[in-house]
């Protein structure tokens, strides 16, 4: 999903904590995938937007080396990894230009898809420039999209990664909560906040189910990015930032500290 703020000194110390991070798992991970054929597909949240330390040749894919599909590679010593996600994905950009890499020997898939389907750019656009009352209905417009339409479209992704993957281990990553709820934050109102999350949490249960109706394994994020919301004062997530593309998209933190332990544990 796209938009977010520059990290500066934060960003230097949440780049090191994730290098830091990984360090400390690849002195005793790679032997664990030996013979591992991965290939990470879906949107910015697999691309890595805002986690910096980007890959050049990605382009406007802005695949991040601090991503977790790429800690996950460089922890575990995958015998061939593919990184094909891309920045603002969706799920008809999956099956469309994703899968070329899929084969009966892959054996790890990993996707995060869906927010951008359901227009996720649009509504943080719509909450932070609107009204309340503007802001909810554009979320509304965006959760009937997930009750709807949504469901069919991951269905086509997953039925085409397991056709093309028949052997592989499918690994569904979610989308975190963007904000700590209840608490004083200056910005987005409280209603705004509710809101945004309520649509995370649905398009969050939309997908766990798809993804156990094919067999695949979800990973729930939202508990590794509890407390670490933005508003929480230790924030995964980047508030509205420059470039705009890394806007409420996680920082290398939240990529290192919030996606890759569920990775890890659900690989």
Partial sequence: MRLTRSLSALGALASAFALATVATIVAT???QAAGVSYVALGDSYSAGNGAG????????????????????????????????ACSGAVTTDVTNSQLGSLSAATTLVTVTIGGNDAGFSDVITTCVAGSDSTCVNRVNTAENYVRSTLPSRLDAVYNAIRAKAPSARVV???????????VFCIGLSATKHQKIDEAADLIDTTTAARAAAHG????????????HELCSGDGYLHDVALP???SYHPTAVGHSAGYLPVLNADD
């Fill in 172 to 182: 569904v990553l979610g989308y975190p909560d963007l904000y700590t709820l209840n």
């Fill in 216 to 227: 695949f394994v979800f990973g729930d994020v939202r508990g590794t990015f509890h407390g």
């Fill in 29 to 31: 991970g790679p032997a």
């Fill in 53 to 84: 330390n980007y890959i050049s040749s990605s382009g406007d894919c802005h695949r991040s080396n601090s991503a977790y599909p790429a800690l996950w590679a460089a922890a575990h010593g995958p015998s061939s990894f593919t990184f094909a």
């Fill in 244 to 246: 705009t593309w890394e």
